[in-house]
């Protein structure tokens, strides 16, 4: 099986979907003849031709409003919004339009669109590089959200957003795009190759949308992660001495609530970590629902360790970043709570 | 299906790729001194061809011809042409200080000098500029210091944003630039909102704004275009159009369709087209389009006909898009070099004092450098104190940040 980046294996579900389904095709600002500006389309138009694969005006409203009128079509347009910081301009055709086609319609129309979209930091991008908005997004009735972490999770996922009859947003963690992230930015790293979910078969397969992954089993405290994120916990995980279950979401919306809660219903205790900004992140939904389902079952406070409510800054790219320093805390906090 | 011919999806595609001997065959230039110069006080609808045509006043042997020769002393030419010389030893130095690891990220505006530059010098100084990214031209020519130019592109503990900024986001409101956003187009109706703002005090200063081709596709530049139309808000709108957008042709744009300028006269603006590389022929239509709104007539549409000669940024590598040669190849040329050619033509300047200029501004640069680098590099050095993370999100920090700062034990 053919070791991948999750560049190259996002790559091979485009491909993969554009020689399966003619009703597929995908388009963004540089994705054609370029190959995106992350490498994601790449040799795809070369392999597809022109208008499978092509370079739209750079207009991200005009991009998802397009997508739209494509899928209510009947076509299954995957479009790429360059970073997730330039998606604003398409938030009203996201949140007005692609959500409630269906509601708004009676299921007469639908667009079955999905939005890729590079985001988090790590690569100094600076405040309009680096966001993770993904709780604007959970927020909106009728749009899926999903964000994988391994190249294996990020082609079954993918092929999975594509086949799937509702608008996804799929969000891709752009730090651990071309190399792995092993949790510390100052550390050296192991390569993709000595990463399991690195194996990524060549054909069509899928990873479902709507089901989390237990990436590692442990009985001392529950970590809920996506993203980059997962691999920061995992390190943190190790570090601590703790026996801790790491769950990596996958998908935000539909959540995977039952993994969650017969987790936390095991170990009684929940550290929850993403990079996004805290306040209304989406670790508040998060938080809530373990609150909701395993008050009983909780022995400490449910933590949150998130980015901080700033933005993004340049310089201090590191000490925003909520890294495995911070998330060993928390996880000790939850032990001794 | 009935039996009609078949539709079928139109993308364009450019000329020339890598590989291929660069055409600019489809590129249809008016003769320098060729295009007439309306009244400021012409109707849009009576000088709509402008729109099509390029205005040129430097021909190709460097003498200025036509009703556009904004007829600027030699010394004020002079110095212009040092500005531009700056600027590109400015751009060089910084962009090797990215690929030495120095900073993150750089965007040279090789090729585009006189788009600023002259604008620079056509406006007054407290006029205020929406710039995009690639107008450092501004800055240098309103005698914004390099070395903190410089302290921002290394995040150092001088930047005066304080490392929270991408490099060259700069914003000095002291000089009448507007903080530069990393979001394309959001400038744009600003500077329209600020030219309201000004007519609204019944002040006399004006406002401009630049954005690219690409750019002319998000909705942001056509709300620029119809606020300005509407309440005839005193600004410059202009679009340089250097043919790429990262690796998209301005075709990808709508360029092949209409010219940009073109945009202008659906919204009742008037649409200047001008050589982008010409110094002379930028200054006298930012002149012209400054006096109208000065004027109380309202904006101007102006697309800058021009070439980014290198990549997008220290991210790209055009070579990858377009043939590697195609910046020497394009028919407007080098914009110092064609101010130099001109300034030699009359008289006023020879190939010593070219050489000594050069030099000159390549010194200045690098002493400006070494001043910034021993502060510090971006992550070496002397940062900005970590705690100014956290001020300035709101003017009163809230408790919330408050516990946040001290989360992070700063």
């Given at each position: 099986m053919p070791t991948m980046n999750m560049i190259q294996a996002l790559n091979s579900a485009l491909d993969v979907m554009l020689t399966k389904d003619p009703n597929v095709l995908t388009f963004g600002e540089d994705v054609g003849y370029f190959g995106g500006v992350f490498r994601v389309t790449d040799g795809l138009q070369k392999k597809h031709g022109l208008t499978r694969c092509f370079d739209t005006p750079i207009g991200e409203g005009g991009i998802v409003a397009t997508a739209i009128g494509m899928g209510a079509y009947g076509l299954r347009p995957v479009v790429e919004i360059q970073f997730a910081d330039y998606i604003y301009p398409a938030y009203d055709q996201i949140v007005s339009e692609a959500a409630r086609l269906r509601y708004r319609s009676a299921g007469d129309f639908t667009a079955p669109l999905v939005i890729r979209t590079p985001y988090g930091g790590g690569i100094f991008g600076g405040q309009t590089h680096s966001q993770s908005p993904e709780a604007l997004f959970t927020h909106v009735a009728g749009l899926k959200t999903v964000i994988p972490s391994t190249p294996y999770d990020a082609k079954g996922l993918l092929i999975s957003a594509i086949e799937d009859d509702d608008p996804v947003l799929f969000l891709e963690p752009k730090r651990i795009y071309n190399g792995p992230f092993d949790g510390y930015h100052d550390r050296p790293v192991s390569p993709w190759s000595k990463h399991k979910a690195s194996d990524v078969p060549e054909g069509h397969y899928t990873v479902p949308l709507g089901k989390a992954a237990v990436v590692r089993e442990g009985s001392d405290v529950t970590v809920l992660a996506y993203g980059t994120m997962v691999h920061v916990a995992l390190a943190s995980v190790a570090d601590s001495g703790l026996d801790g279950e790491v769950i990596d979401l996958r998908t935000l919306v539909p959540l995977d609530i039952e993994t969650i809660v017969n987790s936390v219903k095991k170990t009684g205790r929940c550290v929850i970590v993403h990079e996004a900004t805290h306040t209304s992140g989406f670790g508040a939904e998060l938080s809530a629902t373990v609150q909701e389902n395993c008050f009983h079952n909780l022995e400490s406070p449910i933590e949150r360790v998130t980015g901080w409510d700033t933005p993004y800054p340049h310089a201090f790219e590191w000490q925003y970043f909520p890294g495995p320093g911070r998330v060993i805390e928390a996880l000790k906090r939850a032990m001794e709570g | 299906m009935k039996n009609r011919a078949r539709l079928s999806l139109r993308v364009p595609a450019p000329p020339t790729r890598p590989g291929d001997v660069p055409d600019f065959s489809g590129v249809k230039l008016s003769g320098a001194g060729e295009v007439e110069r309306p009244d400021i006080d012409a109707s849009p609808r009576d000088m709509s061809d402008l729109a099509f045509k390029l205005i040129r006043v430097l021909d190709d042997k460097g003498q200025a011809l036509g009703a556009w020769n904004p007829k600027l002393d030699p010394e004020t030419l002079r110095r212009a042409l040092r500005h531009m010389l700056l600027t590109r030893a400015y751009d060089d130095r910084m962009y090797r200080a990215q690929r030495q690891g120095k900073t993150s990220f750089y965007m040279k505006c090789t090729g585009e000098e006189a788009v600023a530059i002259a604008a620079a010098y056509a406006m007054d100084r407290d006029d205020m500029c929406f710039p995009s990214y690639r107008q450092q031209g501004l800055l240098i020519a309103r005698g914004y210091p390099?070395?903190?130019?410089?302290?921002?592109?290394?995040?150092?503990?001088?930047?005066?944003?304080?490392?929270?900024?991408?490099?060259?986001?700069?914003?000095?409101?002291?000089?009448?630039?507007?903080?530069?956003?990393?979001?394309?187009?959001?400038?744009?109706?600003?500077?329209?909102?600020?030219?309201?703002?000004?007519?609204?005090?019944?002040?006399?200063?004006?406002?401009?704004?630049?954005?690219?081709?690409?750019?002319?596709?998000?909705?942001?530049?056509?709300?620029?275009?119809?606020?300005?139309?509407?309440?005839?808000?005193?600004?410059?709108?202009?679009?340089?159009?250097?043919?790429?957008?990262?690796?998209?042709?301005?075709?990808?744009?709508?360029?092949?369709?209409?010219?940009?300028?073109?945009?202008?006269?659906?919204?009742?603006?008037?649409?200047?087209?001008?050589?982008?590389?010409?110094?002379?022929?930028?200054?006298?239509?930012?002149?012209?389009?400054?006096?109208?709104?000065?004027?109380?007539?309202?904006?101007?549409?102006?697309?800058?006909?021009?070439?980014?000669?290198?990549?997008?940024s220290t991210s790209d590598d055009p070579s990858r898009y377009r043939p590697s040669d195609d910046a020497k190849a394009w028919p407007l040329g080098d914009p110092i070099e064609r101010l130099k050619v001109h300034l030699i033509a009359i008289g006023e300047w020879n190939e010593e004092q070219q050489q000594a200029a050069h030099a000159e501004a390549v010194e200045q640069v690098k002493v400006a450098n070494k001043e910034a680098e021993a502060v510090g590099t971006l992550g070496h050095g002397e940062l900005?104190?970590?705690?100014?993370?956290?001020?300035?999100?709101?003017?009163?920090?809230?408790?919330?940040?408050?516990?946040?700062?001290?989360?992070m034990g700063v």
């Open positions: - | 390099l070395v903190q130019m410089m302290n921002q592109v290394y995040s150092n503990a001088r930047d005066p944003l304080k490392g929270r900024q991408l490099p060259i986001m700069y914003s000095s409101k002291e000089h009448g630039f507007f903080t530069i956003s990393g979001n394309l187009g959001t400038q744009f109706p600003q500077a329209v909102g600020w030219a309201m703002a000004s007519a609204y005090k019944g002040d006399d200063r004006i406002a401009a704004s630049w954005v690219g081709d690409g750019t002319t596709a998000e909705g942001d530049f056509h709300h620029a275009c119809n606020f300005a139309s509407v309440y005839r808000a005193p600004v410059i709108l202009n679009v340089v159009n250097n043919q790429w957008a990262i690796s998209s042709f301005a075709g990808i744009a709508g360029g092949n369709e209409s010219t940009f300028a073109s945009r202008g006269i659906g919204y009742g603006l008037p649409a200047l087209r001008v050589d982008g590389n010409d110094f002379l022929a930028v200054y006298a239509v930012t002149q012209w389009a400054a006096e109208r709104a000065r004027s109380n007539l309202g904006a101007t549409l102006i697309e800058h006909y021009t070439y980014r000669a290198e990549g997008h900005p104190s970590i705690k100014t993370m956290f001020e300035d999100v709101f003017k009163e920090m809230p408790e919330h940040l408050r516990r946040q700062r001290q989360q």
